[in-house]
């Protein structure tokens, strides 16, 4: 069974940084590409960012863009994104995701919510 | 990178169809068949419906269907159920840049 578990969501100043981490199992994650996908209180599915199967090509939303870092580690079958420079509308909960094809994600972790606020 | 559009709200009544739209331009719904939908219930995590703008993944009934038009895709539900009240969200590759774009999302009310 596909597994995905993230963690690593939580209070943070504005300005500061958090890392969120993508445990993943029950499928070959080095043969995978993962995203992260958010979605704010309320509102709907924001794409975040994604990474192909060895790290080597990343993509992100022009919203994220230079301050999210995404990155993975295959031998620990674990995503990363590394955010700084938090904003309040950075405030969501976070998802990662794998797919069938492009754009197609038909596994999602149960998410992990980050509230940026002083 | 503006949202695909959506409607806000669709209704329907029990064992009617419903179909919601989701429009984008030729550069993302248009320019690909790469269109997936997305059900998400309050609190829970969205589940795919449809991908490849017409599959359904196994385990999805066959009451939802897919398709597009120019850049109009659309997702049809028909023999509509109580369970299928929903929020809905288009989802489409936009290319290697900007990758993926969602939708604003729609909710469907049964009733």
């Known amino acids: 069974e596909v597994q995905l578990l993230e963690s690593g969501g939580g209070l943070v100043q504005p300005g500061g940084s958090l890392r969120l981490s993508c445990a993943a199992s029950?499928?070959?994650?080095?043969?995978?590409?993962i995203h992260w996908v958010r979605q704010a209180p309320g509102k709907g599915l924001v794409w975040v960012s994604r990474?192909?199967?060895?790290?080597?090509?990343?993509n992100y939303a022009d919203s994220v863009k230079g301050r999210f870092t995404i990155s993975r580690d295959n031998a620990k079958n674990t995503l990363y994104l590394q955010m700084n420079s938090l904003r309040a509308e950075d405030t969501a909960v976070y998802y990662c995701?794998?797919?069938?094809?492009?754009?197609?994600?038909?596994?999602w972790g149960q998410g992990t919510l980050v509230t940026v606020s002083s | 990178q503006s949202a695909l559009t959506q409607p806000r709200s669709v209704s329907g009544s029990p064992g009617q169809s419903v179909t919601i739209s989701c429009t984008g331009t030729?550069?993302?719904?248009?320019?690909?068949?790469?269109v997936s939908w997305y059900q998400q219930h309050p609190g829970k995590v969205p589940e795919l419906m449809i991908y490849?703008?017409?599959k359904r993944p196994s385990g999805v009934p066959d009451r939802f269907s897919g398709s597009k038009s120019g850049n109009t895709a659309s997702l049809t539900i028909s023999g509509l159920q109580a369970e299928d009240e929903a929020d809905y969200y288009c989802?489409?590759?936009?290319?290697?840049?900007?990758?993926?774009?969602f939708g604003g999302g729609t909710k469907l009310t049964v009733l």
């Open positions: 030729s550069s993302d719904v248009g320019g690909y068949n790469l």
């Open positions: 995701a794998t797919g069938i094809t492009v754009a197609a994600y038909g596994h």
């Open positions: 990474i192909n199967r060895d790290g080597s090509s990343t």
């Open positions: 989802c489409s590759f936009v290319g290697s840049y900007t990758y993926v774009l």
């Open positions: 490849d703008v017409s």
């Open positions: 029950g499928f070959t994650f080095s043969s995978s590409w």
